[in-house]
């Protein structure tokens, strides 16, 4: 059982990058799913989540430009992320659980790098 975020890279600022949030051994599409980030020396950060009931919720930062959607045939949980800042670089994590704030399971980073 494991989650397993991919998709990072490195992308020109007003790029676009698509992470990944796979799962194995488990149904993705009954949990909550949660997008973290984390850049060295800096607190994790909130970034997206859709809920059981596919409702969708985004960090200030990133609304209008992220989009959080369910693949449920590959049983993954995608990150569009268009029109990427600087800012945006970190490592993202993705994790599930029953709904936001309670999680199960923790994919490990995929790192996002926007430079130029």
């Known amino acids: 059982v494991q989650l397993q975020a991919s998709g990072g890279g490195l992308v020109q600022p007003g790029g676009s990058l698509r992470l990944s949030c796979a799962a194995s051994?488990?149904?993705?599409?009954?949990?909550?799913v949660v997008w973290f980030r984390q850049d060295p020396g800096k607190e994790r950060e909130w970034v997206s989540c859709?809920?059981?009931?596919?409702?969708?919720y985004y960090a200030d930062s990133v609304k209008g430009r992220f989009t959080i959607s369910r693949d449920n045939a590959k049983n993954t949980v995608n990150l569009q992320m268009n029109s990427l800042k600087p800012e945006d670089a970190a490592v993202y994590y993705c994790?599930?659980?029953?709904?936001?704030?309670?999680?199960?399971?923790w994919g490990q980073g995929t790192q996002v790098t926007v430079s130029s």
């Open positions: 051994g488990f149904t993705l599409d009954t949990y909550a």
């Open positions: 994790a599930a659980g029953p709904r936001d704030g309670n999680y199960d399971y």
């Open positions: 859709i809920g059981a009931d596919d409702t969708t």
